[in-house]
């Protein structure tokens, strides 16, 4: 299994206070992403990173940042969490503009009351 | 991207292969068709991807047809840790966004 690790694991906060999840690497992989899924939805791109300091936006990206100061960590923020931000947040590396072979990691569920 | 259409839901015996269709009718010619697999509660596991030759590896096999309209995901011998949901995505070499999207996919289940 690739070295992927989030933390936490299980959180659960009040709306409208600031969340952070992180998200570990060990392979030393330049793109890693955030996704979120929710029932009826599937997963959806929340922020990717291509490199440390370079992230772009995903399909999701409203109330949401993130920010890469080393490779291996790419930490996504809920500036103020909402009850719709609500979900279980994957992160994954790999990918690149000739293989979308991508590995995820076992996940956080986050529940905002 | 081409769109995908998989069968909601299938079984399968233990021990038998597991072969899920994917059908990809407008995929172009430079799009790959891409397996992920999520087992409950799990982060999705990267299968296998093919462009035209079929693919094998230690976890399946993907045979595309020869108008690429069409895959097949093969599992040989299914055992009951291959109860999962089942993804089959098309998807452009080079394309600007990284995104994977991941329709709602095949339900197998593997009955002992």
């Known amino acids: 299994d690739a070295g992927i690790t989030q933390s936490p694991r299980h959180k659960v906060t009040e709306t409208g206070t600031p969340v952070t999840l992180r998200c570990h690497q060990t392979e030393n992989h330049r793109y890693m992403y955030w996704y979120r899924q929710d029932p009826g939805h599937g997963l959806r791109l929340i922020h990717y990173?291509?490199?440390?300091?370079?992230?772009d936006k995903g399909e999701v990206s409203d109330g949401y940042s993130v920010s890469r100061s080393k490779t291996e960590d790419f930490l996504l923020t809920l500036e103020s969490a909402t009850s719709s931000q609500t979900s279980v947040y994957f992160c994954?590396?790999?990918?690149?503009?000739?293989?979308?072979?991508?590995?995820f990691g076992p996940g956080t569920r986050l529940t905002v009351t | 991207d081409a769109k995908t259409t998989q069968p909601p839901s299938m079984d399968c015996a233990e021990g038998r292969a597991a072969n899920l269709p994917c059908n990809h009718s407008t995929i172009s010619g430079n799009e790959y068709v891409y397996w992920y697999r999520q087992i409950h509660s799990q982060g999705p596991q990267y299968i296998i991807h093919?462009?035209?030759n079929n693919e094998t590896n230690e976890m399946a096999s993907l045979i595309i047809t020869e108008d690429r309209k069409s895959s097949t995901l093969i599992l040989p011998h299914a055992t009951l840790r291959d109860t999962a949901v089942y993804y089959c995505i098309s998807r452009r070499s080079g394309a600007g966004s990284y995104q994977l999207t991941f329709g709602k996919g095949t339900k197998l289940s593997v009955i002992p």
């Open positions: 994954a590396i790999g990918g690149t503009s000739l293989s979308y072979e991508q590995y």
């Open positions: 990173s291509y490199g440390v300091k370079d992230t």
């Open positions: 093919g462009l035209k």
